[in-house]
């Protein structure tokens, strides 16, 4: 560049989409980089939520919605959220409730689509508290590479039905 000028960095996420109505389950926060008041077992299973809807990205080259349900021992169980010809919302909602009451699961996560195709929300539910973080993710079709994966803490968690009263009222 010429007279050692060096280029501005990009501008930060506009503003008009922390309000953003989303499809069907959520509503985007404005981010924060520094998480929220959290049990870091909390934290951690969210993070580690990203980690394995990361792993999905790489070896299917797609994210769509999941649920992530974690036990008392730390161990997770992931699965994809597609609603079948006919079912109804309320229907996946009801059978995720089931699978936190049969497998008395400590937290659950959900990875929820956004009108930006590289762009999720992960929402978790523990009991007492909730949380979200923004996934921007890019992934490379001719290398079956990801590109890029940036967690960002959202100040406020989003309301999303799958994760209503699934413990009762949650903060």
Do not use: C, Y
């Amino acid at each position: 560049m010429a007279n050692g000028s060096q280029a501005s960095p990009p501008p930060p996420s506009a503003p008009s989409d922390s309000n953003k109505s989303l499809p069907g389950a959520v509503r985007a926060s404005r981010e924060n980089n520094t998480p929220p008041p959290l049990s870091e077992a909390f934290r951690s299973a969210i993070e580690k939520a990203g980690d394995r809807a990361q792993i999905e990205l790489a070896s299917k080259g797609k994210l769509g919605p999941m649920a992530f349900f974690v036990h008392a021992d730390d161990t997770m169980k992931a699965v994809s959220l597609t609603l079948k010809k006919g079912q109804q919302k309320e229907t996946l909602v009801r059978r995720i409730s089931e699978k936190v009451s049969a497998e008395k699961a400590s937290v659950v996560i959900v990875l929820t689509e956004t009108d930006d195709e590289h762009r999720m929300v992960l929402s978790g539910a523990t009991p007492g508290a909730r949380a979200s973080a923004r996934v921007d993710f890019g992934f490379d079709k001719n290398t079956k590479t990801v590109t890029l994966w940036k967690i960002s803490w959202l100040s406020q968690p989003v309301q999303n039905v799958f994760l209503d009263g699934i413990f009762g009222k949650t903060g």
